[in-house]
């Protein structure tokens, strides 16, 4: 039997990659040169509130849909709280709609339930290599946006904008729950910028390579765990290295 290999943060690596990877694949397929492919559609019918993927709490009694609107299923896009099995909405989760999300099928939002059915992760793209990452304390009917972690701010004192910072090309974290009130968080950004300076400052969470024709890649990869305060709060641990991929 071959030896398990364990990562920085004590876990086995294969027990903390595959949900990001998982994510990067879903974003890099999806993000087709052609723009007729470019997006993954649905058209919802006019009570239709289709369940994401992962969706399902695991108490049984809760769910996370999807519904919109138009030939393309954007139109006033929301993702609801479910009542289960009667398949009822309680609420619309916030930082979700028609302004921030690229896809509009089920299966391009990603839900993650924490075991006790009272936090629920839920990812998607909001550009074609860009996936937002909400999480949401759930206390019956209701569901509260949580203050996200975001390792690359911990690391570097700064967060960044999609909208205006267009130096940043790709952004995917992914979380995976160790325990009702704990999980583990990976963080992996590209971005293209003339220097280095970057790649300095975040020491061995960061990697440059050149490109072709002038500038720099600088990828942020990195790894923490993190912990739901009884306040709300998200207290996240030191960031360690994830693993950086071979670009071209």
Same mark, same amino acid.
């Given at each position: 039997?071959?030896?398990?290999?364990?990562?920085?943060?004590?876990?086995?690596?294969? @027990?903390?990659?595959?949900?990001? %990877?998982?994510?990067?694949?879903?974003?890099?397929?999806?993000?087709?040169?052609?723009? $007729?492919?470019?997006?993954?559609?649905? %058209?919802?019918?006019?009570?239709?509130?289709?369940?994401?993927?992962?969706?399902?709490?695991?108490?049984?009694?809760? !769910?996370? $849909?999807?519904?919109?609107?138009?030939?393309?299923?954007?139109?006033?896009?929301?993702?609801?709280?479910? $009542?289960?099995?009667?398949?009822?909405?309680?609420?619309?989760? /916030?930082?979700?709609?028609?302004?921030?999300?690229?896809?509009?099928?089920?299966?391009?939002?990603?839900?993650?339930? !924490?075991?006790?059915?009272?936090?629920?992760?839920?990812?998607?793209?909001?550009?074609?290599?860009?996936?937002?990452?909400?999480?949401?304390?759930? /206390?019956?009917?209701?569901?509260?946006?949580?203050?996200?972690? /975001?390792?690359?701010?911990?690391?570097?004192?700064? @967060?960044?904008?999609?909208?205006?910072?267009?130096?940043? %090309?790709?952004?995917?974290?992914?979380?995976?729950?160790?325990?009702?009130?704990?999980?583990?968080?990976?963080?992996? &950004?590209?971005?293209?910028?003339?220097?280095?300076?970057?790649?300095?400052?975040?020491?061995?969470?960061?990697?440059? !390579?050149?490109?072709?024709?002038?500038?720099?890649?600088?990828?942020? !990869?990195?790894?923490?765990?993190?912990?739901?305060?009884?306040?709300? &709060?998200?207290?996240?641990?030191?960031?360690?290295?994830? &693993?950086?991929?071979?670009?071209?």
């Amino acid at each position: 039997m071959s030896p398990r290999v364990e990562h920085a943060s004590g876990l086995p690596r294969h @027990s903390i990659m595959p949900r990001r %990877r998982a994510i990067l694949a879903l974003a890099l397929t999806l993000a087709v040169s052609s723009p $007729a492919f470019a997006t993954a559609e649905h %058209r919802y019918g006019k009570n239709e509130y289709a369940i994401i993927q992962g969706g399902r709490a695991p108490n049984g009694k809760l !769910s996370v $849909a999807a519904h919109g609107g138009g030939e393309s299923g954007s139109e006033g896009f929301r993702i609801y709280l479910m $009542a289960e099995p009667g398949h009822r909405r309680l609420t619309t989760l /916030d930082n979700v709609n028609d302004d921030n999300i690229l896809d509009s099928a089920p299966d391009a939002f990603h839900a993650a339930w !924490s075991q006790d059915s009272r936090t629920v992760a839920v990812s998607f793209r909001s550009e074609r290599h860009i996936v937002t990452l909400n999480i949401y304390a759930v /206390d019956g009917t209701q569901a509260k946006l949580l203050d996200g972690p /975001d390792l690359f701010r911990d690391v570097t004192g700064r @967060s960044v904008d999609i909208k205006t910072d267009g130096d940043m %090309r790709t952004s995917v974290p992914a979380l995976t729950w160790q325990a009702p009130r704990r999980f583990h968080l990976t963080e992996y &950004r590209v971005f293209v910028l003339d220097d280095t300076a970057l790649a300095d400052k975040l020491g061995p969470l960061g990697k440059a !390579s050149k490109r072709d024709g002038g500038g720099n890649t600088i990828q942020f !990869s990195a790894e923490a765990d993190g912990e739901l305060l009884p306040d709300g &709060r998200i207290r996240m641990g030191k960031p360690v290295p994830g &693993r950086f991929e071979e670009l071209e």
